[in-house]
Each structure stands twice: as structure tokens, then as C-alpha cells.
């Protein structure tokens, strides 16, 4: 059944319940999962973090990679989740924050599996948000807020020209090799070669950590490899590098 986001309504929604499922089954059909800016020292520990272009135009943004397959999810395996952190924009789920009017406004997924008559209601019997929703909100308003710091922060290191394509050779078990590609990162080079007033701008803004942190999640990748071992396709080894070629496809990383 497709996502259909619904503005959260206190009338309509009053009886509605939410299931809490801390396995994040409904992402397992994820490889690719939006990450924010402040979640970026949390994420980088456990998930490689790369920037993709958006489809429509040149807009670029922040993802974890949980798989190198479209539909295929390694951080979900046998009903669990395998890691330690999980990005916030599969946690708000079946929640998002969208434009209402000339404002923001929670909405909620009417078609979600997660809802129905059982589960953590969504208001009071006096039809104020109940302590969940009010969780759920105060999340919301986070991953917001972080969204717009990683918008900030993605503006300025590609006005500073440090993002390079690049690929990943993905060489599975069973000898075949695929090529992934759209994918966007840091080139540590031209970062060490910046000047000292900007580095020291980057650092003030507080950016420095999150290209670091961006960075440092690419070692991550050997994490992939070691959560394929139980699947249908185990990896044998990724290796990563620069593609000389301009980007195709970014929006979901592509296999040749």
C-alpha cells in the first residue's frame, strides 16, 4: 500500500493508536535513509554516511547507506534491528513534518501498517496530546531543526568545492562485481588544503565535526560486508573510490 501523509487531525485521529516497533521492520525494504546533520557523530558509529543529488535538479543531501541493493535493508535481519543507532527519519515514522498552510504541521501516514486500534494512543479523552504524541512531537521538532543545520552545512562545503562522485565496487561471494554509483563525499585533499581563515569559519560554524564525522563513516562500509554474511548475497569486499565520471542517478545509488 502506498504512503499517504495526512495532516494530524484531533477530530479524526482521536481514536487512532500506534504501534511502537523498535525493529523498524517497515524499513527493511530501506538501502538508503535520510541523515541529519546532528545525528551525524551517532550515525558515522555504526553506518556509512554519504551526500546523493536529488533527481529534479542539483539539491544534495545527506544519507545513511543500510544496503548496497535497492530493497534490500542489511541493518534488518531475522526481525531485528542490527545496530546501535537508527536514523531519525526512519524513528519519526509514521510521522513527518510538512508544510501546512504558511506553517509546518505534523502529519501522519493514514495508510501505515503501524496504526490501528492497538498500540500508544495519540490524544486524551479531552482531546490534548497524549505523552507519546508529545514525544513524537518534540523528535519532530528536532530532526527539523537538525534538517535545517545539515542544509546549512551541505550549502557550505559545496560552495567550498569538497565534494567529489564517487563508487563503490561491491565484489560479493559468489565472484560477481557490481558497480554502485551516484553517490557524493569529501575530498580530504582539497579539505586539508583550505586556508586557515576558512578552516577556522568552519570550525566557529561548528562543521568541522561534521565533515569528520562524514568521513570517518566511510570505514563503516566493512559493517555492510559483515551483515551481508547471513543473507542470500554475502559480500566477500567493497572497495571505494573516486568516479571520474559525472554522478548518474544520485538519488538511489545505481548498479552497473
Known sequence: MSINY??????????????????????????LAAASFREYPQLASCMPLVFIKAPDGDQVH???????EPGKNLFHHDGKWQGHAVPLNIQRYPFDVR????????????????????????????GTASPFLENRQRLLTDLTNS??????????????????????????????????????????????????ATVLELQKAGFLGGIYAMLLSLGQLNRLVQLSTNTDAPIRAMQLRVDEEKAEAPEAATAE
Open 6 to 31: 495526512i495532516p494530524l487531525d484531533k477530530e479524526k485521529h482521536k481514536d487512532i493508536k500506534v504501534q511502537v516497533r523498535h525493529n523498524f521492520e517497515f524499513a527493511k525494504d530501506t538501502h
Open 62 to 68: 545527506s544519507v545513511a547507506i543500510l544496503g548496497v
Open 147 to 196: 534538517e535545517m543545520a545539515t542544509q546549512r552545512f551541505i550549502k557550505k562545503i559545496t560552495e567550498l568545492n569538497l565534494l567529489d562522485p564517487i563508487q563503490l565496487t561491491v565484489t560479493y561471494a559468489s565472484g560477481q562485481q557490481r558497480n554502485v554509483k551516484g553517490m557524493l563525499s569529501i575530498n580530504e585533499k582539497r579539505l586539508n588544503e583550505l586556508d586557515d
Open 99 to 126: 508544510p501546512d498552510g504558511d506553517k509546518l504541521g505534523v502529519f501522519l501516514d493514514e495508510n501505515s501498517e503501524l496504526l490501528g486500534e492497538d498500540g500508544e494512543p495519540l490524544f486524551t479523552e479531552e
